[in-house]
């Protein structure tokens, strides 16, 4: 058994590493619970530990998100004024989170269960981590995206709700193989995540119970926003270096270990 301290450092330590950086959080948190007989029952405390991460994504991207933010208000007035690039993005948030959220409703039953299973965790991070290698073959085109790749987006990022797949993996991925430019892809894997995210903290806040212990609950909501900061940096630092693929090696490694440490 582990100390709640230890417990709280350990999951916001991988909660703001594996959030951001195409490993899976999910899987991650999963193996670690079964493994370490740490349980997350305290719902609070995933809120909070999320809250961190959504928090690091904000301050990250404060200025894009305010660009957008205004480029929504002058849309439906002064429409030609408002970029292609811009309408374009703005268009491809709502497709992503129209088809992400019809997702998470529709299979909320099954995906509940996946999370119950270490099985599950490391298949999704046997197919995560063959997924970020094939982006070794994936040619940049800098055009403005159609309509068909963030309805793609939009099912790899539904996908990634089960455990083991990584959230920004699969989108950051995709988008490669599509053609995006690495740094063009990462932004928006990153601003498609606010409302997927945010939706899961409503949903999760009305569950919440009582927790007795504030201040691990601030350590946890440190700790996973700075750390969620840093991710971001090194991951975008990766993708212009083009060492994005190593991930994959990571994610099969993790899956291979996690099979052998549960088989014997």
Same mark, same amino acid.
């Given at each position: ?50 809250? %961190? +991460? $959504? /928090?690091?994504?904000?301050? *990250?991207? !404060?200025? @894009?998100?305010?660009?957008?933010? =205004?480029?929504?208000?002058? #849309? ?52 995560? %981590? +063959? $997924? /970020?290698?094939?982006?070794? *073959?994936? !040619?940049? @085109?800098?055009?403005?995206?159609? =309509?068909?790749?963030?309805? #793609? ?75 969620? #900061? ?35």
């Amino acid at each position: 058994m582990t100390t709640p301290l230890f417990s709280t450092l350990l999951l916001a330590l991988v909660q703001g590493v594996a959030e951001f950086l195409p490993i899976s959080s999910s899987g991650h948190l999963t193996i670690l619970q079964h493994l370490l007989g740490i349980r997350e029952d305290n719902l609070l405390l995933t809120v909070v530990l999320h809250g %961190g +991460t $959504l /928090l690091s994504v904000l301050l *990250f991207f !404060r200025k @894009r998100i305010w660009e957008l933010f =205004l480029s929504l208000l002058r #849309l439906p007035f002064r429409y030609k004024e408002v970029k292609p690039e811009e309408r374009s993005t703005l268009l491809g948030l709502v497709v992503v989170t129209a088809i992400t959220g019809a997702a998470g409703i529709l299979f909320k039953d099954a995906i509940e269960q996946a999370f119950s299973s270490p099985a599950v965790s490391l298949g999704g991070l046997f197919f995560t %981590g +063959t $997924l /970020l290698l094939t982006t070794r *073959f994936a !040619r940049e @085109r800098d055009r403005i995206p159609p =309509l068909a790749h963030y309805i #793609l987006l939009g099912v790899a990022q539904s996908v990634a709700i089960l455990p083991g797949i990584s959230r920004s993996g699969s989108t950051i991925a995709v988008a490669l193989l599509l053609g995006w430019l690495g740094a063009k892809a990462a932004e928006f894997s990153f601003l498609a995540s606010l409302p997927a995210v945010a939706g899961a903290l409503l949903l999760e806040i009305t569950k919440v119970q009582a927790f007795s212990n504030p201040s691990l609950l601030l350590l946890g909501f440190l700790v996973s926003f700075f750390v969620g #900061l840093a991710s971001i940096a090194l991951l975008l630092r990766v993708l212009r270096k083009g060492s994005f693929p190593l991930f994959g090696f990571y994610c099969l490694s993790v899956a291979l270990l996690g099979t052998l440490l549960f088989v014997f």
